[in-house]
């Protein structure tokens, strides 16, 4: 089980920590990513780490910073200098990827199997 928190609302160049907390499996034999879904548009990829990679996409790289407590079972995505597109509901998501590798297409929903229920993040003045 999968669920996230740290959503809410914040003006344009505030910072938001979300939360991923993983419940039922061993965290450590997982790669857990972030996703964004805002109204009208297509879920994408935000950020991904495994044992031994993370990776962002590009419109995110600088401001935010993914990480991982395998101790606490959790993920967190530090979201600074944010900006009204950033808008959307986040979800985190787990593959199964013993090995510590990320998934071959890191960024496509379509490697995840297990889902949280999601936050709502909103950037506006």
């Known amino acids: 089980q999968l669920v996230e928190s740290g959503g809410g609302s914040v003006q344009p160049g505030g910072s938001l920590r979300l939360s991923c907390a993983a419940s039922?499996?061993?965290?450590?034999?997982?790669?857990i990513g972030w996703f964004r879904q805002a109204p009208g548009k297509e879920r994408e990829g935000v950020s991904c780490i495994s044992r031994s990679y993370t990776n962002y996409v590009d419109s995110v790289k600088g401001r935010f910073t993914i990480s991982r407590d395998n101790a606490k079972s959790t993920v967190y995505l530090q979201m600074n200098s944010l900006k009204p597109e950033d808008t959307a509901v986040y979800y985190c998501?787990?593959?199964?990827?013993?090995?510590?590798?990320?998934?071959?297409?890191?960024?496509?929903?379509?490697?995840?199997?297990?889902w949280g229920q999601g936050t709502q993040v909103t950037v506006s003045s």
């Open positions: 039922g499996f061993r965290l450590d034999y997982y790669a």
């Open positions: 998501a787990a593959t199964f990827s013993p090995p510590g590798d990320l998934p071959m297409n890191p960024m496509s929903p379509m490697e995840y199997h297990y």
